[in-house]
């Protein structure tokens, strides 16, 4: 049983630098989530996608942040210009739109910005 | 708008004990309710859910009780391990919202020998 997959799991980055996360979600799955988790709080929604489509943005996803999920299947997120403020844990996650369409999330990926 | 305020940690209850995690939700509808839990250095973990008023969602010794008429979803478990010690999670998913999770802000547990 492949759960959703993430990589890296960590990256460490120079600010103004960019960075690429990548995320494959359990095969089946037809929606793909990202979030964002800083120390002591929540997860916090920043973006989901049905199949290929990006239907949800949340005011939390700068003009820094873009994601892409081209045929589907795995997605990516990119951060460009890296700021100190982007350190986090970005958390991938994936579920079906049909059936008991529980979401499941991968170990996530630390960016340390320094 | 939608959210979940759970109790502030951290809780440190010595093994064995009984414990209660408080979480209650503001949301329009009849959302979905969940319990997710994170081991250290880990992504979350579904514990247990409820979809309905009146559910309860059980594992692993863990139950909550969805209770529309006080909008809470606490999670309780009789005696709890060592093993147990983790941050858990309350969240919620609308109705009409694909499914996407407003989380509280989490919960420590430490449990001592």
């Known amino acids: 049983d492949t759960g959703v997959s993430q990589n890296p799991r960590h990256k460490i980055t120079k600010r103004g630098q960019n960075v690429t996360f990548r995320c494959d979600p359990i095969s089946e799955h037809n929606r793909l989530y990202w979030y964002r988790q800083t120390l002591g709080q929540g997860p916090e929604f920043l973006t989901y996608f049905q199949n290929e489509a990006q239907l949800e943005k949340s005011r939390l996803l700068s003009d820094r942040f873009s994601a892409e999920r081209p045929k589907g299947s795995f997605s990516t997120l990119e951060i460009q210009r890296t700021e100190q403020g982007d350190s986090a844990m970005y958390l991938c996650?994936?579920?079906?739109?049909?059936?008991?369409?529980?979401?499941?999330f991968g170990e996530g990926s630390w960016l340390t910005v320094v | 708008g939608n959210s979940v305020t759970q109790m502030e940690g951290p809780v440190t209850l010595s093994e064995e004990a009984f414990l209660t995690i408080n979480c209650t939700y503001t949301?329009?509808?009849?959302?979905?309710l969940f319990w997710y839990v994170q081991y250290p250095g880990e992504g979350l973990q579904l514990l247990l859910k409820?979809?309905?008023?009146?559910d309860k969602g059980s594992n692993k010794g863990f139950e909550a009780t969805y209770r529309k008429e006080t909008t809470s979803f606490h999670l309780e478990k009789g005696s709890v391990q060592v093993s147990d010690s983790a941050v858990y999670f309350c969240a919620l998913s609308a109705a009409g919202t694909a499914s996407k999770l407003t989380f509280g802000t989490g919960t420590r547990l430490q449990v001592t020998l």
């Open positions: 949301a329009t509808g009849y959302p979905s």
């Open positions: 409820a979809t309905k008023a009146d």
């Open positions: 996650a994936s579920s079906s739109s049909t059936g008991r369409n529980t979401i499941y």
